[in-house]
């Protein structure tokens, strides 16, 4: 690709503890860091998605090691944003996770149906993980743009102290 400039690679991103045990069949998050490292040395603008945050034992641990890892593997110039968006779905996929993975433990937090329809934790839940985790990201990385994916505007004054400010 000649414009390697006008181009935005992005890797969805969780903890490795989530990434075993909830994302089968999926590249492991060494694989995606690797990836990540080659295409930002080609030159190509990168960008993460952390989504779905999922709310686990210790969550704040895993998220941090994994940020850590993550940043401190990447040039930060190169990366143009974060997203932070938690667990969300249609009431009808709880059941058909359910039965595909009765193991599954991303269901174990309190969660209500939205405005939009769909299944999400409590707000105070998700604005305290985008809240920690943003801070985090902003201790490591303060240059690195950061926003929340599919979020009220509550949830953004909140966990960011601003609301959405920057077209995509």
Not at 92 to 99: C, D, S
Request: aromatic share 8%; hydrophobic share 40%; proline share 6%.
């Amino acid at each position: 690709i000649p414009k390697r400039d006008h181009v935005v690679i992005s890797w969805s991103m969780n903890p490795p503890i989530i990434i075993e045990k909830e994302e089968h069949g999926t590249a492991r998050f060494d694989a995606r860091l690797s990836a990540a490292q080659m295409v930002a040395a080609a030159g190509f603008r990168i960008a993460f998605h952390l989504d779905p945050i999922i709310h686990i034992d210790q969550w704040q641990e895993h998220y941090d090691a994994a940020l850590k890892t993550l940043l401190s593997a990447v040039p930060h110039a190169s990366i143009d944003w974060i997203s932070l968006g938690a667990l969300r779905f249609q009431p009808q996929l709880r059941a058909i996770a359910l039965k595909r993975r009765p193991d599954t433990g991303i269901f174990s937090e309190e969660s209500v149906t939205g405005s939009d329809g769909k299944v999400r934790y409590l707000r105070e839940v998700r604005s305290e993980m985008f809240t920690h985790i943003n801070a985090h990201i902003k201790k490591l990385a303060p240059s690195v743009y950061t926003y929340l994916c599919m979020e009220t505007k509550p949830v953004w004054e909140k966990a960011l102290g601003r609301l959405p400010d920057r077209g995509f």
